[in-house]
């Protein structure tokens, strides 16, 4: 009798710990399966974004109104002309929304000026391997400057934040490490006094050069779901936690 009673703290004990990390592990798995009903529905507004008809851009009086959560991919369509100034290369080493792009190479950064000389920053295409070789990419985007206002189609979308491992940019070799046009139009002269950059730029849909090069194109949304995978280990591991003490109980009753 003694025994018995002895062990019922660890009895005790041990069953309190097992519903906590029962409860944790559960509550774990739903909050996937939660994530996996979210990360769906993001999918599917964002398909629907890229599939959508091209929108006229919005006006200058819209632009500090727009958000990353209900405009990123946007389609746009919008008149402007290249502007006669520097571009910008920003390295990659592929592309998560482009299904024909694989790196490494650089995606070349224009400024497009609007009929009422605002700027619109424009991601032209990729280039491939021009990380080491700045002449391909001065040539290639030589060729789109040409003065004439041109009709151009893309997605909107807004600058990244450097992370802790991004290289720093080098402004002397035009080059950066994150699709930051806002530092790229300060640092490169881009803003003209009086005058905007949107706060968005846009990736090129089309027209792409004779020369394709730039390369421009269409983007496709893959973003990773793994969460129904994550929800079957935790609900596993609540399941081998109550297993775990079943044995461990029968062991003492025996004992």
């Known amino acids: 009798m003694t025994g018995r009673l002895s062990r019922r703290p660890a009895v005790a004990g041990f069953a309190i710990f097992t519903l906590v990390m029962v409860a944790a ?12 009903v979210e990360k769906h529905a993001l999918i599917a507004m964002l398909n629907e974004r890229l599939a959508a008809a091209p929108e ?7 632009w500090n109104m727009l958000t990353p959560a209900k405009d990123e991919f946007r389609r746009v369509s919008f008149i402007a002309s290249y502007a006669p100034l520097p571009d910008a290369m920003v390295y990659s080493a592929g592309s ?3 299904d024909d792009v694989s790196g490494p190479g650089t995606w070349a ?3 497009a000026q609007l009929a009422d000389g605002n700027t619109i920053v424009v ?3 990729f280039v491939q391997n021009t990380m080491q070789d700045r002449n391909q990419q001065d040539r290639a985007v030589g060729r789109l400057i040409t003065g004439d206002p041109a009709t151009l189609t893309g997605y909107i979308r807004f600058p990244e934040n450097a992370g802790t491992l991004t290289p720093p940019e080098s402004v002397a070799k035009r080059l950066w490490f994150t699709r930051d046009h806002l530092a790229m139009a300060r640092a490169l002269g881009w803003v003209e006094r009086g ?6 730029y846009v990736d090129l849909e089309t027209p792409a050069p004779d020369s394709g090069i730039p390369n421009p194109g269409p983007l496709s949304v893959h973003l990773k779901d793994d969460h129904l995978q994550y929800a079957i280990t935790w ?3 609540a399941v081998a936690v109550v297993i775990a ?3 461990w109980w029968r062991g003492q009753r025996r004992a």
């Open 109 to 111: 950064f224009l400024p």
């Open 235 to 237: 609900f596993t591991l």
């Open 25 to 36: 592990f559960a509550g774990l798995g739903t909050w996937q399966l939660q994530r996996r």
């Open 56 to 62: 006229p851009l919005p006006a200058r009086a819209q």
């Open 123 to 125: 991601n032209t295409g």
């Open 245 to 247: 003490f079943g044995v």
């Open 96 to 98: 998560a929304v482009r």
């Open 195 to 200: 005058k905007a950059v949107a706060p968005f």
